[in-house]
């Protein structure tokens, strides 16, 4: 009798252990299974890194020249790999809590560093995202404009006025896509948009390679230096300098995804560990980026000399090839979708968390409706989550058609928050970390590396400054035509 009780007691036992084990849909702290892999990580950061900000590397090539340009994409490939793997290391918290996940960026700085640098983490980080989902809406409507303008030219002729065409029709569509895109309930399920995207950009930028490569095979005589456009042919001393310091800008913002990378880590199995994983993901995000920022920056400056566009797609016109040239301004739009998720769902996690927070009784803003779309299955909606998120979209809509220009203020923005995301905040999170001796040899290369980068983003952010105020010269609201 006592061994049928003992073996009664030990069922009981082994069915409460089973009970408080997660269950197969979520992970150890309760939040719903991770299954993130290298693949989808890969795609989250090559949709973030190659953003619209690849178009512009020939022009920005044009004004260091062959020597500098090309050594200045590399210095930020190695600075940005090397900070992120620093990154990827802390996504566990330290101390008694060791070994608890940070969800967040913001989450990795309060583990690591605390005090008032959390709050300045969340504004640089999330004033970037917010930057980036409007340049994005701008930059997606040139391209789409760009495909009716060329389709206009190819019917009526080069010269046909009535192929200037209004932006904001098309601002208008692409923010009405992203309404629906927004119901993605988190970076989670983000995963196949995001791989649709890295498979997007590849496709133009291979597109812009293979004309630049055409226009150079076909005999284009063009201008070409060591040290970029001349002084006193191309542009003035002051033009040089501070188109100079724009390309250093424009550079730095074109290797920035730090601000989602804790975000993108956060998505990734248990199993390998994710700081493994991660870097893997970084190796193979940034020296992709790398490649095809290489040919396209270089390939492309060979192609059109000092005289780069700033948009290298549109230095082929919108004439023949006219087809090619529509597909590769489809495939950054589709890109755009993309990327604007992969900088607009961390948004949406922080603002939901928050309000979920503040008012937990609010069945407005916790209660979750389950409803049956047909050809996709059940479906939670949210009617907070609904209604932020359309207001979010409509007002980075709104924005974008005040502010046109913005993609030079976006330069600004990425300038700015280059140094405190992926340079500061990494390097004093390791040395905090690693408890590094105040001094030492490895502390003082550290601190070289983040006041180097800390000028190169004042540099950068002064030239942005001074192309903005050219800009605003010549502004006039809801009037812009491509």
């Known amino acids: 009798m006592a061994d049928k009780d003992f073996d009664k007691h030990s069922m009981d036992i082994e069915q409460a252990l089973q009970s408080l084990q997660p269950s197969k849909f979520l992970d150890d702290d309760g939040r719903p299974k991770r299954t993130g892999t290298l693949v989808t990580a890969s795609s989250h950061i090559v949709t973030a890194v190659i953003g619209s900000g690849v178009l512009s590397l020939a022009w920005g090539i044009a004004q260091l020249g062959w020597v500098v340009g090309p050594a200045v994409l590399m210095i930020f490939s190695i600075t940005t790999y090397f900070t992120s793997t620093l990154l990827a290391d802390s996504y566990r918290a330290p101390g008694p809590m060791h070994g608890v996940r940070n969800y967040t960026y913001m989450d990795v700085v309060r583990a690591h560093l605390g005090g008032v640098k959390v709050k300045l983490c969340g504004l640089a ?84 390679v293979g004309l630049s490569i055409a226009k150079v095979a ?60 991660m870097k893997k993901a970084s190796f193979v995000g940034v ?54 998720q992969v900088y607009a769902q961390p948004i949406f996690g922080f603002v939901e968390k928050l309000c979920s927070e503040k008012w937990p009784e609010n069945k407005f803003i916790t209660t979750e409706h389950a409803i049956y779309i047909p050809l996709v299955g059940p479906y939670n909606i949210n009617f907070f989550r609904l209604v932020w998120r359309t207001v979010y979209v409509i007002f980075t809509a709104v924005v974008a058609m005040i502010f046109p220009f913005f993609n030079d203020f976006l330069g600004l ?47 950068g952010a002064a030239g942005s400054v001074q192309g903005l105020a050219q800009d605003v010269k010549t502004y006039k609201p809801f009037q812009t035509q491509s």
């Open 287 to 340: 020296s992709t980026t790398t490649l095809f920022y290489m040919l396209c920056s270089c390939v492309g400056y060979a192609a059109f000399g000092n005289n780069a566009p700033g948009n290298f797609l549109t230095g082929f016109g919108f004439y023949e090839p006219f087809w090619l040239i529509d597909f590769a301004n489809i495939c950054i739009a589709i890109h755009l979708l993309g990327a604007y």
């Open 413 to 459: 923005i990425g300038a700015v928050s280059f140094y405190p995301l992926t340079v500061y905040f990494p390097i004093e999170i390791y040395i905090s970390k690693a408890k590094i001796p105040k001094y030492s040899f490895k502390w003082i290369c550290l601190k070289i590396l983040s006041c180097a980068c800390l000028l190169v983003s004042v540099v």
């Open 218 to 277: 076909g005999g284009a005589h063009v201008r070409t230096s060591l040290t970029g456009t001349s002084v006193g042919v191309d542009v003035s001393a002051s033009e040089k300098a501070w188109k100079s310091f724009q390309a250093v800008g424009d550079i730095a913002f074109a290797y920035t995804f730090s601000s989602v990378l804790v975000e993108i880590q956060d998505t990734l199995k248990s199993d390998p560990p994710e700081n493994k994983v």
């Open 125 to 208: 980080q999330y004033g970037n995202m917010v930057g980036v989902t409007i340049g994005y809406t701008i930059t997606a409507s040139i391209s789409m404009v760009a495909v009716k303008r060329s389709n206009c030219f190819h019917r009526h002729g080069h010269d046909h006025v009535a192929c200037s065409i209004s932006n904001y029709p098309f601002m208008i569509i692409f923010s009405a896509i992203q309404v629906v895109l927004s119901q993605i309930p988190n970076f989670h399920k983000l995963w196949w948009l995001s791989i649709v995207a890295a498979v997007m950009s590849f496709a133009y930028s291979t597109i812009g």
